[in-house]
């Protein structure tokens, strides 16, 4: 790790040396693991996002695990759709080298927002409620989430995936390092996180909504057809001994 007193030019020597000595690994993989100014030296380029499919596993009784594959070459396929919406992984029935990518954890994708890496500390989690199942990123700091993607059905399936769609404003792209193109596949978005996790905030949140109507036994109530009219007009009834 270097100091403060170090160089640009030290920078550059060492990060040269990685690149030829094979620990350079690590700049497709996460970046946890490298320095902080590090985390802002990588570049991203647009993937065609029809060649992607971010799934969704199911895994125990309640748990799911995230999964982004790649269709290389053309055929043979490495996943179809089904007829009940589920996607079937295709490539466990081949030799799927030099046809298929798999990214199936943090060395494979992370966030990247604003044209940066996300900081450590933010995760990718799938949640599952009533309005189906969602990706989001979450800052254990902070206690409002950003939807990355999200599938509005969830059938639990072992043999079978759930896909997910990308939110407006968010794509895989791919990460590159001097105009060298990488493994490493982002979900990326323009805004900076801080815009993101502002503009979640601001939307009324159905689910906690219509969860707290339901556990307090009452139906939504309508609107009042003299709602924002003023003063209710109330009849009077004479009184007669």
């Known amino acids: 790790m270097f100091s403060i007193l170090e160089s640009p030019f030290m920078r550059r020597t060492y990060l040269r040396r990685l690149l030829l000595t094979g620990t350079a690994l690590l700049l497709g993989s996460s970046v946890s693991a490298l320095p902080g100014w590090a985390r802002s030296i ?3 380029k647009p993937l065609k996002q029809e060649q992607f499919a971010v799934l969704a596993r199911a895994v125990g009784r309640d748990g ?38 798999r990214y199936l954890d943090s060395n494979g994708y992370s ?27 979450m800052d254990p700091n902070r206690s409002t989430t950003v939807v990355v993607a999200r599938a509005r059905r969830a059938r639990r399936n072992k043999d079978a995936f759930v896909k997910l769609t990308l939110e407006p404003g968010w794509k895989l792209e791919r990460r590159a390092y001097q105009g060298r193109t990488l493994s490493h596949v982002y979900f990326a978005n323009r805004d900076s996180l ?15 909504l219509m969860s707290s109507l339901a556990q307090s036994g009452m139906p939504p109530r309508p609107p009042s057809a003299f709602s924002g009219k003023g003063p209710i007009p109330l009849k009077v009834i004479p009184f007669r001994p």
Do not use: H, M, Y
């Not at 490495?78 to 466990?92: E, Y």
């Not at 927002?113 to 189906?132: I, K, N, P, Y």
């Not at 801080?194 to 906690?208: E, G, H, M, W």
């Open 42 to 44: 990588f570049d991203s």
């Open 111 to 137: 966030l990247r927002t604003a044209g940066e890496d996300t900081q450590r500390s933010v995760r990718l989690r799938l949640r599952q409620g009533r309005s189906g199942l969602e990706l989001q990123a």
């Open 194 to 208: 801080n815009q993101l996790i502002a503009k979640s905030s601001k939307r009324p949140n159905r689910t906690v």
């Open 64 to 101: 799911w695990k995230l999964l982004v594959l790649e269709q290389i070459k053309a055929r043979p396929l490495c996943w179809k759709d089904r007829a009940d919406g589920l996607v079937q992984p295709s490539l466990n029935t081949f030799d799927f080298t030099g046809i298929c990518s």
